[in-house]
């Protein structure tokens, strides 16, 4: 095994102990940063994060955990944990993990002053079978399971090839998610996810696997963001869910008048009765409401969206699986499905392609 799919390998390995213990948990996040181009904005990479995890409690309490899994026998050690410092300082992170088969006793005399842990080989093992991680039944370390899944992400010009105006549409959801999803301020991705998925609703076909990947992906993302706003919301008292919301999404209360005052310039110059809220903003108040009041559901959706396309929509089966704690979580299945849903109907893509949760 090369030294690139051994530290795929251990990605893996660590995203599913994160599942197992409650997290959801995307793999190679790509940070980046974008600078503003005369013919419009490029984006520069910075560096790319192994292993996120990312858990809502019931209180709407946001947890992180950042993972860096190396393999490489020139990998300096100290090097890399004091990076891991950096990347979990960035993403607020309550705590990092570093991983290597085996690790320098000065790295991990220092790991632990900055926040980190330190698994080599050996205690990464012993940890799986603490937590009973044999027990899931998704393959979430199958090295195969996850490259079939990666060569479906993307549009797939061959070499030499032009892209299409239809593939180049999608080429701008995927490179939103891949990389402009972690560096925009996060008040704003939800409204542009579902702006993105708008354009390309017409593209995307219910029986292309990449098409139904790719819907996932979206649901995730917006059940993501729509986890944030309950958590924006719970900080302010949860009193008044429609103005909190406003304020969510317009970046607080200076956003918020700045954009009550263009639209009431436009109105004045253009004569237009344009509202400032999207045409969906009284169904993205239910859908919150409905998931401030489903608490034990709604801090579990996101791993049944993931469980819901790997076991379900991929692999074929009919059947929700375990995902571990507590069993099966019947509110977070219900909430899942409205999430995808309701998500198709915002943006109009086909509810077909979600049809692997019909059954659940």
């Known amino acids: 095994m090369g030294s690139m799919d051994r530290d795929i390998e251990l990605k893996l390995r660590l995203r599913r102990i994160l599942f197992c213990q409650g997290y959801w948990s995307p793999i190679e996040v790509e940070l980046s940063h974008f600078e503003p181009q005369a013919k419009g904005v490029k984006r520069l990479p910075l560096t790319d994060l192994d292993v996120l995890g990312i858990r ?3 209180l709407f309490v946001r947890h992180r955990i ?5 393999s490489g026998k020139t990998v300096s050690d100290i090097g890399r944990v004091f ?47 603490t937590i009973g991680v044999d027990s899931l039944q998704i393959p979430f370390a199958d090295l195969s399971t996850y490259k079939s899944i990666e060569e479906m992400w993307g549009i797939g010009v061959a070499k030499g090839d032009k892209p299409s105006k239809e593939q180049l549409k999608l080429k ?4 939103y998610l891949s990389y402009r999803y972690w560096s925009t301020e996060f008040h704003r ?5 579902v702006e993105l998925f708008q354009d390309i609703a017409d593209s995307l076909r219910p029986l292309d696997p990449k098409h139904i990947l790719l819907a996932y992906i979206g649901s995730e993302r917006f059940a ?32 918020l008048k700045e954009k009550e005052k ?9 004569g237009s009765n344009e509202p400032l809220d999207p045409p969906y903003f009284e169904e993205l108040l239910e859908l919150i409401g409905r998931l401030i009041r489903n608490r034990d559901g709604a801090c579990d959706v996101l791993r049944h969206i993931t469980a819901a396309y790997i076991h379900c929509a991929f692999l074929g089966n ?3 699986p375990s995902i571990g704690i507590g069993g099966t979580n019947t509110s977070a299945i219900v909430l899942a499905k409205d999430i995808c849903f309701t998500f198709a109907k915002l943006t109009g893509i086909s509810r077909s392609l979600f049809s692997a949760m019909d059954p659940l």
């Not at 701008?172 to 490179?175: A, D, M, N, P």
């Not at 958590?231 to 999404?249: C, F, M, N, Q, S």
């Not at 009431?264 to 110059?269: A, I």
Request: with cysteine; net charge neutral.
């Open 224 to 255: 993501h963001c729509l986890l944030e706003i309950a958590t924006y919301v719970e900080g302010l008292g949860a009193a008044d869910i429609r103005k909190y919301v406003r304020l969510y999404l317009y970046g607080g209360g200076l956003g």
């Open 262 to 270: 263009f639209f009431e310039l436009l109105q004045l110059v253009t």
């Open 83 to 129: 990076w891991l410092k950096g990347v979990k300082d960035y993403f607020g992170a309550d705590l990092g993990y570093y991983i290597r088969p085996q690790i320098d006793i000065h790295a991990r005399t220092i790991a632990p002053k900055l926040g980190l842990r330190t698994l080599n080989e050996s205690e990464l093992g012993v940890l799986e079978k």
């Open 318 to 320: 009919s059947a929700f």
């Open 66 to 70: 950042v993972g860096d899994c190396k």
């Open 189 to 193: 991705n939800l409204l542009q996810i």
């Open 56 to 58: 809502f409690d019931q």
């Open 172 to 175: 701008k959801v995927y490179s």
